[in-house]
């Protein structure tokens, strides 16, 4: 069992930058990967970015390319996600999660741990 507790969120004006992090516990591997997803009102949980346990592999979505970064520090068990260029199409509740199968990366079943979710709001 893997439980995940996000912090960071808030509001932030467009442009402006944010830095949400993931606190992972419990049972954790070293070929788990680790993931942002966000909800906006109405609308389908939607991959943000991913990245692997060992931090070399990351994946990002179209959208948040050049903008967001994800990195790790599996040493303290935290992963972080540096939102930079913020914009209000950026507003969403963000998930962290955990990957323990394969799979593709922006299929959300194929995640099996997620956090309560943290609320990003960025006004224009």
């Known amino acids: 069992q893997v439980q995940l507790v996000e912090s960071g969120g808030g509001l932030v004006q467009a442009g402006g930058s944010l830095r949400l992090s993931c606190a992972a516990s419990?049972?954790?591997?070293?070929?788990?990967?680790m993931g942002w997803f966000r909800q906006a009102p109405g609308k389908e949980r939607e991959f943000v970015a991913a990245?692997?346990?060992?931090?070399?592999?990351?994946y990002y979505a179209d959208s948040v390319k050049g903008r967001f970064t994800i990195s790790i520090d599996n040493g303290k068990n935290m992963v972080n996600l540096q939102m930079n260029s913020l914009k209000p199409e950026d507003t969403a509740d963000y998930y962290c999660?955990?990957?323990?199968?394969?799979?593709?990366?922006?299929?959300?079943?194929?995640?099996?741990?997620w956090g309560q979710g943290t609320q990003v709001t960025v006004s224009s």
């Open positions: 999660a955990a990957k323990i199968v394969g799979g593709s990366y922006y299929d959300t079943r194929n995640w099996s741990y």
């Open positions: 419990g049972r954790i591997f070293s070929h788990y990967a």
């Open positions: 990245i692997s346990w060992s931090g070399v592999n990351t």
